[in-house]
């Protein structure tokens, strides 16, 4: 391996003497196979553009200029809207720390020649985190366990009602609990109080857990691109009360659910996760609900997990998703 890795080094004085090209990053001093890499501390780099040639290439080349290895990459092309999408996990080199800082700032550089809306993140990083509900438990209490056991890397700031109800579990998880009872006279009130909480907490993300309040306009375009809802079925189907009764009385033969990012629209915002379930004429309304309250959890859990690992891209009204 040691004279592989010095044959290699020696190719590249032979190009830098006979040729005017630039030497292959892999053949330059310091790049050779035995490189090791940190994989266990990763970066990823979110990013969309204007379609056009060379946006890979210049990415790929920075990376590999910053002496960072790429641990995984893709990309997407929307003939529709001629936006690029592009997500790259990548990592330094082991015993090098890697400066986040001077990283973002000498990226501007191409983001400014690609006129980029981008972001690098820490992968080790915890994105803070607000949760909404209202009586119904099965969305909390699935995503504290995911959070418990490592699955969902996020740090949950406090849970939000407007009932009582659900406060047992939030002390039991020692997470702050916050009742702001809803009513037609205090909505507006409440909501200021609750975007107030937001900034107070450093929240980054807000789920509505089965939150059983519609934001107003003006709050929703305040958390734009910042909440996420579950939906009981595919949308649009069934909204209002009872909505696996409205599904029996109907004969469906399929339901769901739909993780969505909260928009002014009900139910309308961008689809990040949906979930189907075959059924039949032989399920009750309880036993479609049972179903239903299975398909909502993990339609939410995933979105969740898609939005904190920086998977998720708003593309008009629609995502693209990198799973």
Same mark, same amino acid.
């Given at each position: 391996m040691r004279e592989r890795g010095q044959s /290699?080094?020696?190719?590249?004085e032979l190009i830098e003497c006979s040729i005017d090209a630039p030497v292959p990053y892999f053949l330059r001093h310091g790049y050779h196979v035995g490189m090791e890499f940190n994989i266990s501390h990763a970066y990823i780099l979110t990013a969309t553009c204007a379609s056009r040639m060379g946006t890979t290439a210049r990415i790929t080349g920075f990376i590999a200029a910053h002496r960072l290895y790429i *641990? $995984? *990459?893709?990309?997407?092309d929307d003939v529709m809207t001629k936006r690029f999408f592009v997500r790259v996990t990548f990592c330094g080199v082991a015993g090098e720390p890697v400066d986040l800082k001077s990283l973002r700032k000498d990226f501007i550089a191409v983001a400014d020649v690609e006129q980029m809306q981008w972001a690098i993140h820490d992968g080790a990083y915890r994105s803070r985190v607000m949760i909404l509900v209202s009586k119904f438990d099965h969305c909390l209490e699935d995503l504290l366990y995911r959070h418990r056991t490592g699955e969902l890397k996020m740090d949950v700031t406090c849970i939000v009602s407007n009932h009582p109800d659900l406060q047992p579990i939030a002390d039991r998880h020692g997470i702050p609990h916050h009742w702001m009872p809803v009513t037609a006279a205090t909505k507006t009130?409440? $909501?200021a109080r609750l975007l107030? @909480? /937001?900034d107070e907490t450093e929240s980054e993300l807000v789920i509505l857990a089965r939150y059983m309040q519609i934001l107003s306009d003006e709050t929703s375009r305040r958390l734009h691109g910042r909440a996420v809802n579950i939906h009981h079925s595919f949308l649009p189907g069934f909204k209002g009360a009872k909505p696996y009764h409205q599904a029996h009385t109907r004969g469906v033969k399929l339901i769901g659910a #739909?993780?969505?990012? +909260? #928009?002014?629209? @009900?139910? $309308?915002g961008p689809i990040i996760e949906q979930i189907v379930q075959r059924v039949d004429h032989s399920y009750t309304p309880e036993m479609l609900?049972? +179903?239903?309250r299975d398909s909502e959890r993990r339609a939410l859990s995933t979105a969740v997990r898609l939005l904190l690992e920086h998977r998720v891209f708003l593309d008009d009204q629609k995502t693209v998703v990198f799973k």
């Amino acid at each position: 391996m040691r004279e592989r890795g010095q044959s /290699i080094i020696n190719a590249a004085e032979l190009i830098e003497c006979s040729i005017d090209a630039p030497v292959p990053y892999f053949l330059r001093h310091g790049y050779h196979v035995g490189m090791e890499f940190n994989i266990s501390h990763a970066y990823i780099l979110t990013a969309t553009c204007a379609s056009r040639m060379g946006t890979t290439a210049r990415i790929t080349g920075f990376i590999a200029a910053h002496r960072l290895y790429i *641990m $995984e *990459m893709q990309q997407f092309d929307d003939v529709m809207t001629k936006r690029f999408f592009v997500r790259v996990t990548f990592c330094g080199v082991a015993g090098e720390p890697v400066d986040l800082k001077s990283l973002r700032k000498d990226f501007i550089a191409v983001a400014d020649v690609e006129q980029m809306q981008w972001a690098i993140h820490d992968g080790a990083y915890r994105s803070r985190v607000m949760i909404l509900v209202s009586k119904f438990d099965h969305c909390l209490e699935d995503l504290l366990y995911r959070h418990r056991t490592g699955e969902l890397k996020m740090d949950v700031t406090c849970i939000v009602s407007n009932h009582p109800d659900l406060q047992p579990i939030a002390d039991r998880h020692g997470i702050p609990h916050h009742w702001m009872p809803v009513t037609a006279a205090t909505k507006t009130a409440q $909501e200021a109080r609750l975007l107030a @909480l /937001i900034d107070e907490t450093e929240s980054e993300l807000v789920i509505l857990a089965r939150y059983m309040q519609i934001l107003s306009d003006e709050t929703s375009r305040r958390l734009h691109g910042r909440a996420v809802n579950i939906h009981h079925s595919f949308l649009p189907g069934f909204k209002g009360a009872k909505p696996y009764h409205q599904a029996h009385t109907r004969g469906v033969k399929l339901i769901g659910a #739909t993780a969505h990012y +909260v #928009t002014g629209d @009900l139910d $309308e915002g961008p689809i990040i996760e949906q979930i189907v379930q075959r059924v039949d004429h032989s399920y009750t309304p309880e036993m479609l609900s049972a +179903v239903g309250r299975d398909s909502e959890r993990r339609a939410l859990s995933t979105a969740v997990r898609l939005l904190l690992e920086h998977r998720v891209f708003l593309d008009d009204q629609k995502t693209v998703v990198f799973k």
